[in-house]
């Protein structure tokens, strides 16, 4: 049996490959926190894309690619089918998105669906990782102890039904965080553990395999990884979460609230009646009707001179006779329409206006003559 180095570039790949399961599968819990607050199908389908390529391509298969740069075998160089490689990335998206699928939008028992979607996904992934070892191509023969890889398989279900539950349940950023690092700590667990479940028999040859070299596929899976994540993050922070449309949703009702109170205010104000207009004198009419204005000094009300020259007002307003016009004048003045200028009021007696009390009185001085 040749030697296997997983390690070749030292801590390198393993610690990007941590670094991008962790990077993945917070991206994939927070789309999954957007999944659940989702209002429409159009909505939740597109967080579901987002989410199964977050932890699916990123989280997964990215990290399964670069932990596999550090791979090499004694006496064999290693070349890697493109289309196997691409095949392997689809099956890990796939399994993820139809994983979550029924976690989060599923009928029946909340566990039963985490559970179910748990094994499909872990499936998925197992699945991912041997297509992606099947892709590789060396001057020897494969072989895999079975006991590893079953261990390899179970490790994969329980991390993606651990996945599935955290995708469930988690809502605040921080434990988001603290799940995405067990996460990665469970996903390179699965994938180290099926490595080291593999055998290599080296046959001499001077014959190249065939296929790409890993530092050809490199770049351009690099480049697709950054872009991808680049995406994502857009994307997510893009999007307006659950706070941002109860924020929207409370600020336009108090716009409509706002509006209603003006038009109700608009529309109180023009069927309120309209008061005032031109001021009026007092008098003219002896039954003591008043119109509009005010008590006033003057030529307004009493008399000419502002009242009676040595009178008084005693109880509050009104007159005697119905009004507090010219007619009431007193002194060397004559009444217009009647008056005795003898007359003394002392008594709030009956008008001809149907007042009893509060009237004025009227005295002449030329009754003491």
Known sequence: MAHIHHFDHGWITPTISYVLSVLGSMLALTCAVRLRAA???????????????????????????????????????????????????????????????????????????????GVISGLGVAG???????????????????????????????AATVALWLAVTVHTPFIIFVSALVMGVAVNGMH?????????????????????????????????????????????????????????AYLASRRDGLAAAEA???????????????????????EGGIHAGSWRGGSQGGNRDGGNRDGSYRDGGGNGDGSGNRSGRNGDSQS???????????????????LSSGSWTYRDRSAGR
């Open 39 to 117: 209002k429409t199908r159009g909505e939740r389908i597109w967080w579901l894309v987002l989410a199964s390529v977050s932890l699916g391509g990123t989280g997964i298969w990215s990290m399964h690619f670069v932990a596999m740069l550090g791979f090499s075998v004694d006496g064999s160089p290693i070349r890697y089918d493109v289309g196997l490689t691409a095949a392997s990335a689809i099956i890990a998206v796939a399994a993820v998105a139809v994983g979550l699928s029924i976690a989060a939008l599923g009928t029946g028992a909340r566990n039963a669906r985490i559970v179910t979607g």
């Open 128 to 158: 991912m990782h041997y297509t992606g070892m099947a892709a590789m191509h060396l001057n020897g023969e494969i072989s895999y102890g079975m006991a590893r890889v079953g261990l390899s398989i179970a490790i994969a279900v329980v």
């Open 192 to 248: 180290f553990t099926g490595m080291s479940a593999m055998g290599v028999q080296v046959e001499a040859t001077a014959s190249q395999p065939g296929g790409a070299s890993a530092s050809s596929m490199i770049i351009a899976i690099g480049l697709g990884v950054v872009f991808a994540i680049i995406g994502l993050a857009y994307a997510l922070l893009a999007a307006p979460t659950e706070e941002d449309r109860a924020a929207a």
């Open 264 to 286: 109700a205010a608009e529309a109180q104000a023009q069927a309120r009646p309209q008061f005032g207009g031109p001021r009026e004198t007092f008098g003219g009419n002896r």
């Open 336 to 354: 217009t329409f009647g008056g005795n200028r003898e007359s003394q009021q002392e008594s709030a007696r009956p008008n001809k206006s149907g």
